[in-house]
């Protein structure tokens, strides 16, 4: 994009942006449409791997519903959110649509890929949630107090409890980017970050207690990893301030 429309695109008016954002939202709308439609087809072996990981612990090997409209709704919602996820590069290219005019070349580069980074660690908590967390959770849960009692799981309950599941690991994966985003506009540092670390490992503690479902073992399953993740965020951290200070010497030069 040459400068001239750069300057035009960032000179529109509020109708024209309004305008523009009507469009990319309608856009985006029947991008996800689309994808929900498509997974429309397949909502039943998608619904079988979601039920994959509480699976072998229900008496009849299948959840139970208490309305005739449960298991109809249950699968709409499904189709949702994974039409959701799969229409993601559609609808994430429609919001850097209408982001990018606003931007400069450098900070084009730099929110791209905190978009795509962010996108990465969102998929990597709902991997996380879905592979770890919940079998070792429903294990846990399923298996507490003796084999007597048995289990009678709805599917609105089941579906509440893993997507709430999986959309907190996700977010709480996010910490690194956020994090090296504070960084990258000085707001945090390095040094202020080890110095920190106690703090820091409270504050996840308690959002671990929170946030994750009411058990310890999830719990702990939440807060390794973000204590992990924050680990890392000290060295991305460190690593965006030597780039500045390698670019200030550079400058300083000419």
């Known amino acids: 994009m040459s400068d001239n429309q750069q300057e035009q695109d960032k000179n529109m008016s509020l109708i024209e942006h309004i305008g523009e954002l009507r469009f990319r939202v309608t856009r985006s709308a029947y991008g996800i449409f689309a994808g929900m439609i498509l997974c429309?087809?397949?909502?039943?072996?998608?619904?079988?791997?979601?039920?994959?990981?509480?699976?072998?612990?229900?008496?009849?090997?299948?959840?139970?519903?208490?309305?005739?409209?449960?298991?109809?709704?249950?699968?709409?919602?499904?189709?949702?959110?994974?039409?959701?996820?799969?229409?993601?590069?559609?609808?994430?290219?429609?919001?850097?649509?209408?982001?990018?005019?606003?931007?400069?070349?450098?900070?084009?580069?730099?929110?791209?890929?905190?978009?795509?980074?962010?996108?990465?660690?969102?998929?990597?908590?709902?991997?996380?949630?879905?592979y770890v967390v919940l079998p070792m959770a429903f294990h846990f849960l399923m298996t507490f107090g003796g084999d007597i009692d048995k289990p009678m799981i709805t599917i609105d309950h089941y579906l509440g409890f893993v997507t709430q599941t999986a959309v907190v690991f996700g977010l709480c994966f996010q910490m690194p980017v956020v994090i090296s985003f504070l960084g990258m506009i000085g707001i945090v540092s390095q040094n202020f970050l080890k110095k920190n670390r106690r703090y820091a490992v409270l504050i996840i503690a308690v959002v671990s207690a929170i946030a994750a479902p009411p058990d310890a073992l999830s719990m702990i399953l939440l807060l390794v990893p973000m204590w992990v993740l924050y680990e890392i965020s000290i060295i991305v951290v460190g690593m965006f301030e030597k780039r500045k200070a390698e670019e200030a010497q550079q400058e300083s030069r000419f």
């Open 40 to 130: 429309w087809g397949f909502s039943e072996k998608i619904f079988n791997f979601v039920r994959q990981p509480i699976q072998q612990y229900l008496p009849s090997g299948g959840l139970v519903y208490t309305a005739p409209m449960d298991k109809f709704m249950a699968h709409i919602k499904i189709a949702f959110v994974v039409g959701l996820l799969i229409s993601a590069p559609y609808w994430l290219y429609q919001l850097w649509s209408f982001i990018s005019p606003a931007l400069y070349r450098k900070e084009k580069k730099i929110a791209a890929g905190f978009i795509f980074f962010g996108t990465l660690q969102f998929l990597l908590g709902l991997l996380f949630s879905y």
